[in-house]
Every structure is written in C-alpha cells, then in structure tokens.
C-alpha cells in the first residue's frame, strides 16, 4: 500500500478518526471536573433514589426500586442518544462529541499526580480532599498508610473504569456505547451499597456494572501482567483473581498488587462500619515512589492499548 492510499484509508475510516479526535481534543480541551455534565447525571441519581428508595419497604421491594430506577434513567438516555444520532450531520463529530465526554483520562492523571506530591509530603488534609469525591466513606479518618492505600487503589479503578472501560466500550459500539458505559458507572457510584440507604437499592446499579466491567477490566489487567514480574502477577490471578467482590476491578488490584509488591485491599470503615475486604498483592504499604510506579505502568500499558484499538479499528472497519 502506498502512503497515499494509507493516508486516504486513514481520513475515511471515520471510527479511527472519531477515537484519535477525541484523545486530542481531550487533552487540549478538558472539561473542568466541576462543570462536567456527568455531575449533572450525579445529582439527578440523588434525587430521583430520594424519591423512590423508601428504608421501610421491604427487601423485595427496594430491589425492585433500584432495578426501576436504574431503566428509567439509563434507558431514557438510550433513546435519546439513538434519536439523536439520527438527526446529526456529522456522525463522526456526534461519535467524538460523546467519547470526549466520557473519557476522564487528563482527570486522573492530575488526581495520580496531585496526591503522590501532598501524600510525599506527609499532607494528609490535602490527600483526604483530594480522595473525598471518589471515596464512599469518610476520609478524615483515614491515617497517612490508610490514604495510601486508598489513594492507590482510586487511582487504578479510576484509569480502569474511566479509560479503559471507556475506550473498550468505544470499540464495539462507538461513542453512544461509551457515554452509556460512563452513565452505567455513575449509577453504581452514586448508588454504591456501601451506603446504608443505598444497600439494598444500589445492588442493581452494582451487578450491572460489574458485568460491564469484567471483560474490559480483565483484558488490560492481563496487559498490566506482562513484563517485568509477569510470572508472578499471573499466579497472584491463579490465587487471589475471584477473592474480590467485584470481578473486574478484582484482577486490576491483584494484578498491579502483585507485580509491584504492593498490599492493597483489606478493612475499610464505611458509615462507622467496619467492612472486611481481602487483602490483595504483596506486603509493602504504597508510598509516594509506588503511587509514582503505578501511574508510570498504567500510562504506558494505555498507550499500548489505545494502538491495538487503533489497529483493530483500521483493520476491522468502523463502528460508525
């Protein structure tokens, strides 16, 4: 193939365009965390379980809620994204438009950067603000080991679900399959049953995601394995990979626990209770040279990931 015709496949495969758009644009134009319409999808999951996750229903009934109230919001946003999608002139630029939205790359990358500076410094009311918004439980608790520990594991959920998953999602069913992903996170987060008013009603919003989750998850945790200590990641899968309650985030943790000899996992106190959690990987609690480790490793694993997308996007034909 000539490089001319290699060129003109490139600019009319408009699924590659759309996904190396969207990259660009989300690192030239970030949207500040603040002002992100996602917080708007937050807030509307708030109000809406206010109304209709009632503590003195029954069991049955609360599930039931959750279950409803998760199709009422995701699949009114289904149609109106396929409605939607029908009217624009610009497919490709809809596509870019909706994975530009859902990706939170930059985002984390800063948080990752932000708290290994304060956690190097000793600053723990600067880490405890900066893990706040991430975390369902109360960060003024939390000692300087346990804010590392938490931060490390924010930090590999966030690229996992907010990167990975993303980009995954893009690949089998372009920009709408991306934001709907996000949307499907965002439920589970802001319903997480690790709040009490949320632990029978959130259970749906948490299943689903966690099917969501697994395949996308699993295949960068293998992509993590490789290289340096791969071996032993691999049998800290054979060992620990199901101990987690969530299968997909599960493998991240142990993979990366693991191969940098990190413990993660373990007790943590939710609503003054205390939850017994696995504990994953090696025996060293993470410091600021390992929060700095994690973020090197999981950058270069995604620049490995976002060529294979490319190269199956250009090989395979668009989505769009």
Same mark, same amino acid.
């Given at each position: 193939?000539?490089?001319?015709?290699?060129?003109? $496949?490139?600019?009319?495969?408009? $699924?590659?365009?759309?996904?190396?758009?969207?990259?660009?644009?989300?690192?030239?134009? !970030?949207?500040?965390?603040?002002?992100? !319409?996602?917080?708007?999808?937050?807030?509307?999951?708030?109000?809406?379980?206010?109304?209709?996750?009632?503590?003195?229903?029954?069991?049955?009934?609360?599930?039931?809620?959750?279950?409803?109230?998760?199709?009422?919001?995701?699949?009114?946003?289904?149609?109106?994204?396929? *409605?939607?999608?029908?009217?624009? =002139?610009?497919?490709?630029?809809?596509?870019?438009?909706?994975?530009?939205?859902?990706?939170?790359?930059?985002?984390?990358?800063?948080?990752?950067?932000?708290?290994?500076?304060?956690?190097?410094? %000793?600053?723990?009311?600067?880490?405890?603000?900066?893990?706040?918004?991430?975390?369902?439980?109360?960060?003024?608790?939390?000692?300087?080991?346990?804010?590392?520990? *938490?931060?490390? @594991?924010?930090?590999?959920? $966030?690229?996992?679900?907010?990167?990975?998953?993303?980009?995954?999602?893009?690949?089998?069913?372009?920009?709408?399959?991306?934001?709907?992903?996000?949307?499907?996170?965002?439920?589970?987060?802001?319903?997480?049953?690790?709040?009490?008013?949320?632990?029978?009603?959130?259970?749906?919003?948490?299943?689903?995601? *966690?099917?969501?989750?697994?395949?996308?998850?699993?295949?960068?945790?293998?992509?993590?394995?490789?290289?340096? %200590?791969?071996?032993?990641?691999?049998?800290?899968?054979?060992?620990?990979? @199901?101990?987690?309650?969530?299968?997909?985030?599960? =493998?991240?943790?142990?993979?990366?626990?693991?191969?940098?000899?990190?413990?993660?996992?373990?007790?943590?106190?939710? %609503?003054?209770?205390?939850? @017994?959690?696995?504990?994953?990987?090696?025996?060293?609690?993470?410091? *600021?040279?390992?929060?700095?480790?994690?973020?090197?490793?999981?950058?270069?694993?995604?620049?490995?990931? +976002? +060529?294979? @997308?490319?190269?199956?996007?250009?090989?395979?034909?668009?989505?769009?």
């Amino acid at each position: 193939m000539t490089t001319s015709a290699f060129i003109a $496949s490139l600019t009319t495969n408009s $699924s590659l365009l759309a996904l190396w758009g969207a990259l660009v644009l989300h690192w030239l134009l !970030p949207i500040p965390y603040p002002m992100h !319409p996602l917080r708007i999808w937050h807030r509307l999951a708030l109000l809406i379980a206010a109304r209709v996750n009632h503590p003195h229903d029954n069991y049955a009934q609360r599930l039931l809620a959750g279950y409803l109230a998760w199709a009422l919001m995701w699949l009114t946003v289904v149609v109106l994204l396929f *409605a939607t999608s029908q009217l624009v =002139w610009y497919p490709t630029l809809f596509q870019l438009t909706l994975l530009w939205l859902a990706l939170d790359w930059q985002h984390t990358s800063q948080l990752s950067h932000q708290f290994n500076y304060a956690y190097g410094h %000793n600053d723990k009311a600067q880490c405890r603000q900066l893990l706040a918004p991430y975390l369902n439980r109360n960060t003024t608790v939390l000692s300087l080991l346990g804010l590392g520990k *938490a931060g490390a @594991e924010t930090i590999i959920l $966030s690229y996992g679900r907010h990167v990975v998953g993303v980009l995954f999602w893009y690949a089998i069913g372009g920009g709408i399959a991306a934001i709907l992903y996000r949307l499907a996170i965002g439920l589970a987060r802001a319903w997480s049953p690790t709040r009490t008013q949320y632990a029978v009603f959130g259970y749906p919003a948490i299943r689903i995601a *966690a099917i969501l989750d697994i395949l996308p998850l699993r295949l960068f945790a293998l992509l993590l394995s490789t290289g340096r %200590n791969g071996r032993v990641a691999i049998k800290g899968l054979r060992q620990q990979g @199901e101990n987690w309650h969530l299968p997909g985030p599960g =493998w991240l943790l142990v993979v990366i626990g693991y191969k940098l000899a990190l413990s993660l996992g373990g007790p943590a106190i939710y %609503n003054n209770v205390k939850m @017994e959690r696995p504990r994953l990987g090696g025996r060293i609690t993470p410091a *600021a040279l390992h929060i700095a480790q994690i973020q090197q490793l999981i950058t270069q694993r995604l620049y490995v990931w +976002v +060529v294979l @997308e490319s190269l199956l996007l250009y090989f395979f034909g668009g989505i769009l």
